[in-house]
């Protein structure tokens, strides 16, 4: 956020300039004046420099001569870094400028979060090369103010990764990240409001990238006998060949612990993704699902309410999965105990009769 600048402005404004005019009277006469007479200098300086991305990109979409100057690869870069923190780092800036459209493309791509909806009318495009890396970009801000960046690089290319559990995890374990969050009655409540995260991760093959977090939490827990509370992001995507029918749940868990002086530390910080078995898939599993969602997958500009519905929907679905589960289980079992006295019954027969 641009905390030392004016609040960004509107392109409503921008908009009812190149359709009305201004009319004003002098000495001269009466001079008309449009927004196509206006500087370009002065619109870069003190209008679009000012506007954040989604009303930059809508102001792009007005006419010729503002999609012109919209476009300007540093005034996307300044949006970008100003967005997230941790795109000021030197090995970000480098692989956004390797997209299409530089910055552009990268907020394009990680502004809007990644939708679960599964209607595509087209079949999907071939899997993409396997990347030997994925980069993912963590910005957790508590009222606005950032309390945690970082930048983190994954290793794909390994076996271990490819047959262990999918797991990212930022802090080690004896790590924490001090905060100036109360550990009052109403933290939940409190971290439910105020708490977001970013958790964009980049594939440097496709040169692409996307946004796995809810941004605003899910859901906010804390643990009866160790009072530590866990903060739940998330993101439900369509899952891979082994899971085409079904979807995966992307989490994000942040985990608050420990008190200094009134405050919360951040105690955890990671990501998984686990079919609706409750089950983690491995590194092949998720890398395959995630390049996909990265190379494909709809981003929309979900309201904070349309994403836990959908967790929600998830969870529901999730349930009557294990409630068919169950069922099948016990017509199984009712099945082999029928099979069972059945044999019993004629292994006592042939031995009586014998």
Not at 5 to 12: A, N, Q, R, V
Not at 83 to 110: A, K, V
Not at 214 to 226: D, G, Y
Request: aromatic share 6%.
């Amino acid at each position: 956020m641009f905390t030392s600048e004016p609040p960004p402005l509107s392109t409503t404004a921008i908009i009812q300039s190149e359709s009305t005019t201004a009319t004003t009277n002098n000495n001269m006469g009466e001079a008309t004046a449009t927004i196509s007479t206006v500087h370009p200098d002065i619109l870069l300086t003190h209008i679009f420099s000012r506007l954040d991305g989604s009303s930059l990109a809508s102001a792009s979409c007005t006419t010729t001569q503002l999609h012109s100057l919209s476009t300007q690869e540093h005034l996307w870069s300044n949006i970008c870094k100003s967005t997230w923190q941790s795109t000021n780092d030197p090995r970000i800036s480098h692989l956004i400028s390797t997209f299409q459209n530089g910055p552009r493309s990268f907020f394009s791509d990680s502004f809007p979060l990644l939708s679960s909806s599964n209607n595509l009318k087209s079949p999907p495009p071939p899997p993409p090369v396997p990347a030997s890396e994925l980069i993912s970009a963590i910005d957790i801000q508590y009222k606005n103010n950032v309390i945690y960046s970082k930048v983190e690089e994954t290793q794909t290319t390994t076996n271990w990764f490819r047959c262990s559990p999918f797991r990212i995890d930022l802090l080690e374990p004896k790590d924490i990240i001090p905060t100036t969050i109360q550990n009052g009655k109403d933290i939940c409540q409190d971290l439910n409001e105020n708490l977001t995260l970013s958790w964009i991760i980049i594939d440097p093959i496709q040169r692409r990238s996307a946004n796995l977090s809810s941004w605003k939490p899910v859901s906010v827990h804390r643990h009866w006998l160790t009072g530590e509370i866990q903060v739940r992001f998330a993101t439900i995507l369509k899952g891979g060949n082994n899971h085409e029918d079904e979807k995966v749940l992307c989490g994000i868990i942040v985990g608050f612990g420990g008190c200094v002086n009134g405050d919360v530390q951040v105690k955890e910080v990671s990501l998984q993704i686990e079919d609706m078995d409750g089950i983690s898939l491995n590194g092949k599993d998720s890398l395959e699902i995630l390049q996909a969602g990265i190379g494909s997958g709809e981003r929309k500009n979900i309201v904070r309410e349309e994403r836990k519905e959908k967790y929600e929907e998830y969870l529901r679905m999730k349930r009557e999965k294990e409630i068919m589960k169950l069922r099948r289980e016990k017509r199984l079992d009712s099945l082999c105990g029928v099979l069972g006295t059945l044999v019993f019954t004629v292994f006592c027969m042939m031995v009586y009769y014998h």
